[in-house]
């Protein structure tokens, strides 16, 4: 199948760092992605990885990706209060052309 | 960046109208744009892919007659739900590809049918 998984909710303390995480069944997806929706609004892309990547860090942003276990994570360092929203991870494959989200993971920042 | 408009951001429609979404790329060509339909608290599921100059492809348990779509430039693609019921409100959401997996999401539509 083409299951794109995430957990479903993360509570995080303002200051600390957060990390939210995704599994994905084939192996055949060459780009990973993080997205970061607001409410009422649509995607904001955050960041992508090449799948012959282990890690790519974008100031705040680190994902890591261990392509054995299909397993993608998005860390949020420094968490601010306007990081809280839902992240949706996705993968994507040449073949059919079109992303598979995962669930989403709501993401609650507490002062 | 490349940027994807979306209009309208919100509409309220009588049971039994229809009403049109449109997407547009701004600042690129997208031969190829994609139609999300996201309910309340969960993920969004790809209902179709429209292609510029072609038929739309639509995804498995959605109905071709009851979404019309149609791309007819590289920078417009319309999403038309027709003879819209109750159950039709969701939030639809448009995105097109700049390049090879690069997509850029539009601001979605909220759509609400009484």
């Known amino acids: 199948g083409e299951d794109v998984e995430q957990s479903l909710f993360l509570s995080v303390r303002e200051g600390d760092s957060s990390v939210i995480n995704c599994t994905y069944t084939d192996s055949s997806s060459t780009y990973l992605y993080w997205y970061k929706q607001e409410p009422g609004a649509g995607l904001q892309l955050l960041t992508y990885i090449f799948s012959n990547m282990d890690m790519k860090q974008d100031q705040r942003l680190t994902v890591l990706l261990n392509k054995k276990d299909k397993h993608l994570s998005l860390r949020i360092a420094d968490t601010q209060t306007g990081d809280s929203a839902i992240y949706f991870c996705a993968d994507y494959k040449a073949a059919g052309n079109k992303l598979t989200f995962g669930g989403g993971t709501r993401v609650l920042v507490k002062p | 960046g490349a940027v994807v408009s979306q209009h309208p951001s919100r509409v309220i429609c009588k049971s039994g109208t229809s009403v049109k979404i449109e997407c547009r790329s701004l600042d690129f060509q997208a031969t190829t744009m994609f139609w999300y339909r996201q309910f309340p608290k969960q993920s969004l599921m790809l209902m179709a892919t429209?292609?510029?100059?072609?038929?739309?492809?639509?995804e498995q348990g959605v109905e071709k007659d009851k979404f019309l779509i149609n791309h007819a430039s590289l920078t417009l693609s319309t999403l038309t739900v027709t003879s819209a019921h109750p159950e039709d409100s969701s939030f639809y959401i448009c995105s097109a590809a700049s390049d090879v997996a690069d997509y850029t999401f539009g601001s979605g539509t909220r759509l609400t049918v009484v």
């Open positions: 429209s292609n510029e100059g072609s038929k739309a492809t639509y």
